[in-house]
């Protein structure tokens, strides 16, 4: 086992727990991503409320989709992964780093664009304050529902199938088979923005997409075990990860 491919295996573990950190303080502080779907008064109201403390937890969600970008490359392009599919691994490697960047780019907008939103709601009068909630239902159906979650979330369904292919045919069947199930899922779940678009209800598929983010923590410690030698989810005679 070599120092690249310790590095990588805990890097992808280290994201796996990383990640959902501060998106369980997210839910504890602002009701996320629940309050995403209620009237754009109670969202500014309550970002107000939740001072620094609210804007540095989304600051360091957005970092988090980020680091995406160096991990879905290293996963991607280590040599047995090349070794495997050239043109596999490439893709992986584009779709994972471009999903960290849209994921990051549409959770940014909490950072920098929406308290100044928050003060204005807050402080001004009847006209601000329409003119507040107007920008944020603006900002939230593109930056955050066409941008952070539908683009990004479809290529971490791309990055997520692609690389599950490549440890197929590695025959790390279950690691394979657990990232077939969570690009599935996640893409079941990416149908709400579309939903809510057409005037339909997208709570159903909320579900599916919290349920392939849990798939992805899981996938990723599997990945990174797989990375540190420690998993035995492989059919016998494979080549080492």
């Given at each position: 086992m070599t120092t690249r491919s310790t590095g990588l295996g805990l890097s992808a573990i280290a994201m796996a727990i990383g990640f959902n950190l501060p998106y369980a303080h997210l839910a504890t502080i602002y009701d996320y991503p629940d309050i995403l779907r209620r009237p754009a008064a109670e969202a500014l109201a309550r970002f107000a409320d939740g001072g620094a403390e609210l804007i540095l937890t989304w600051h360091a969600f957005a970092w988090a989709a980020l680091l995406l970008v160096p991990l879905t490359i290293g996963l991607s392009l280590a040599p047995a992964n090349r070794a495997a599919s050239e043109?596999?691994?490439?893709?992986?490697?584009?779709?994972?780093?471009?999903?960290?960047?849209?994921q990051a780019m549409g959770l940014w907008r909490w950072v920098f664009v929406i308290p100044g939103l928050a003060r204005a709601h807050a402080t001004g009068d009847a006209a601000a304050?329409?003119?507040?909630?107007g920008t944020f239902d603006i900002l939230n159906a593109y930056g955050g529902v066409a941008v952070g979650e539908h683009l990004g979330q479809w290529l971490l369904v791309f990055f997520?199938?692609?690389l599950a292919t490549i440890q197929w045919r590695q025959r790390r069947v279950v690691t394979g088979g657990i990232g077939f199930a969570t690009a599935i899922t996640i893409a079941i779940g990416t149908t709400e923005g579309l939903a809510l678009a057409l005037g339909a209800d997208g709570d159903i598929f909320s579900l599916f997409t919290i349920a392939g983010f849990l798939g992805l923590t899981l996938w990723l410690i599997l990945t990174g075990l797989?990375?540190?030698?420690?998993?035995g989810l492989r059919r016998s005679g494979a080549a080492a990860h």
């Open positions: 043109r596999l691994a490439l893709a992986a490697a584009i779709t994972g780093a471009a999903s960290g960047v849209a304050r329409s003119a507040a909630e997520a199938l692609t797989g990375h540190l030698g420690l998993s």
